[in-house]
């Protein structure tokens, strides 16, 4: 990997006629240390968000030591780069054999699940010569609302509250610890969002009356985007801490979060070149089945910076993206917000990609990243500022 120390340097140095990933390690460590000083309990890393080997060593080396995996290929990834981390197998619905591979070969010994399907499957598969397990941490999914959150995760998984009990009960008797988790949805703009959740873990736990050892609040918790500013991470930390307080679990429950954006948002960008302009559509080359696939189907925005050696003094004006692909649907409506004089050869930096951005990308129609380079400025500081007073910076406080 280059080094180099933005993405100007890198369009003047290079002049690179494919996309090129700019990785920042020290904005990921920072947003690894935030969570670890401030989260009151353990955060482990959803990997689904990047799985960049040099992202989870960032993370690793920032402190993070627990991880989220979702599938197989990610168990045995993070195993593969880091022996010695604690993985819990988040996705409620698995294969036997990932179970058992995950359990017999790599030590894993959380689970989610949301029906006594799943549980039956993971207790067969963790049984050895006829013995069942007695060392597995299971986490009932709760069904929860995603009304607060950009983007839902509410109809494919979980069980709800009113109708837990069984599956808690059932779930009690196999499990070493019992634990409650749930996802409130990607980009949560309020905090209520884990309060209105955390709420729906005390129903459960009430209606089950059983004895509760890890209550996980899963994932949602936002980063700065055009026109989605979330207040600072700090406010979700206390109303998790509070809400958290009340409930009634045992006294030495343990409290867990499973951020996959805030910990990796800040850790990529990627730079890419306007091949053509028609009026206000700029061609780049990158996009839908690159690194732009949530800007293409669900309308994210992006921050952009024209990267260029005189800045523009032209006015902004907000311009939509054609992908490099041949086909209509490579579109990413934008707006975004570019100097109106900006034109073929420009390049441009799209920022705040290193959650759900390279991890999406595919090779359709022959077009690829091309090389990662590590960038020591911070990230989009031409958008956001560098002040330590910045509001549109959540975890970059230094
Ligand atoms: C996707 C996912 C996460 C990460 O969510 P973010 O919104 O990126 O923080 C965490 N846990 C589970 C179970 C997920 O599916």
Redesign the pocket.
């Known amino acids: 990997m280059h080094e180099n120390h933005n993405a100007l340097g890198v369009a003047l140095g290079h002049k690179p006629t494919q996309p090129v990933t700019l990785v920042r390690p020290h904005a990921a460590h920072r947003a690894a240390r935030y969570f670890l000083e401030k989260f009151p309990g353990t955060s482990m890393y959803?990997v689904?968000?990047n799985p960049s080997p040099d992202l989870i060593r960032s993370l690793w080396d920032g402190g993070i030591t627990h991880f989220?995996v979702?599938s197989i290929a990610e168990v045995r990834l993070v195993r593969g780069l880091l022996p010695k981390a604690t993985l819990c197998f988040?996705?409620p619905i698995k294969g036997e054999e990932a179970i058992a591979e995950a359990y017999h070969v790599h030590d894993v010994r959380t689970f989610s699940l949301d029906s006594l399907t799943e549980l039956a499957k993971i207790v067969a598969a963790t049984r050895r010569d006829g013995v069942d397990a007695t060392d597995l941490t299971l986490c009932v999914r709760l069904r929860v609302s995603s009304s607060h959150s950009m983007l839902s995760?509410a109809s494919k998984f979980g069980v709800a509250a009113d109708d837990a009990a069984p599956l808690l009960m059932a779930t009690r008797q196999v499990a070493d610890a019992l634990g409650i988790c749930f996802?409130v949805g990607?980009?949560a703009m309020s905090p209520q969002a884990y309060a209105e959740a955390l709420a729906q873990v005390r129903v459960a736990i009430v209606g089950a009356g059983v004895t509760v050892d890890v209550v996980d609040v899963?994932?949602?918790?936002p980063s700065v985007y055009p026109g989605m500013e979330p207040g600072a991470l700090d406010a979700y930390f206390d109303v998790i801490s509070r809400a958290y307080e009340s409930l009634p679990v045992s006294y030495s429950a343990e409290l867990w979060c499973?951020?996959?954006?805030?910990l990796s948002a800040e850790y990529a960008s990627v730079l890419v070149r306007v091949e053509a302009r028609k009026d206000d559509v700029l061609y780049i080359n990158d996009g839908a089945y690159g690194a732009l696939f949530d800007a293409a189907h669900i309308d994210w925005r992006f921050p952009v910076a024209l990267v260029r050696e005189t800045e523009s003094r032209a006015k902004p004006v907000g311009f939509s993206f054609y992908g490099p692909t041949c086909d209509d649907m490579d579109f990413m409506r934008g707006p975004f917000e570019l100097p109106a004089d900006i034109q073929a050869g420009d390049y441009i930096e799209i920022g705040m990609l290193g959650?759900y951005g390279s991890a999406m990308r595919t090779g359709f129609n022959g077009f690829t990243a091309g090389a990662t380079v590590i960038a020591r400025d911070e990230p989009m500081d031409t958008v956001y500022g560098v002040t330590e007073t910045s509001p549109s910076r959540v975890i970059s406080i230094r």
């Not at 899963?218 to 918790?221: K, L, P, S, T, V």
Request: charged letters at 20%; aromatic letters at 4%.
């Open positions: 959803a689904k968000a989220d979702a988040m996705h995760l996802h990607s980009q899963g994932g949602g918790f499973e951020p996959g954006r805030a959650a």
